[in-house]
Nanobody, 124 residues
Framework: VQLVESGGGLVQAGGSLRLSCAASGGTFSTYTMGWFRQAPGKEREFVAAISWSGGNTHYADSVKGRFTAFRNNAENTVYLQMNSLKPEDTAVYYC??????????????????WGQGTQVTVSS
């Protein structure tokens, strides 16, 4: 499975960005997908996860109510809509997939495939 993120950039605090993650090489509709982020000097942290159907989602407390994960299985793409961005959201954002049929999870070790990351910078 290959994952390619896009949509990162520089935005002012309070602004919005939408990240995309395009998947290839597998049966996308069977994968639980996750979003993680890593700021300089910090460990990679969980942001959001979405089930294979899109019917179930799970968010980190720090982004709940501001970020929304959704997917289009026909286009093999998962998205992360980020609203009300804060400077502390600045990080490299990664999408990741679990093995087929696996449930929602929030630790990096539970994910098998990773994209290369996209930088999100929020200025104050």
């Amino acid at each position: 499975v290959q994952l390619v993120e896009s949509g990162g950039g520089l935005v002012q605090a309070g602004g919005s960005l939408r990240l995309s993650c395009a998947a290839s090489g597998g049966t996308f509709s069977t994968y639980t997908m996750g979003w993680f982020r890593q700021a300089p000097g910090k460990e990679r942290e969980f942001v959001a996860a979405i089930s294979w159907s899109g019917g179930n989602t799970h968010y980190a407390d720090s982004v709940k109510g501001r970020f929304t994960a959704f997917r289009n299985n026909a286009e093999n793409t998962v998205y992360l809509q980020m609203n009300s961005l804060k400077p502390e959201d600045t990080a490299v954002y990664y999408c990741a997939s679990r093995f087929p049929g696996a449930l929602l999870a929030s630790t990096p070790f539970d994910y098998a495939f990773w994209g290369q990351g996209t930088q999100v910078t929020v200025s104050s």
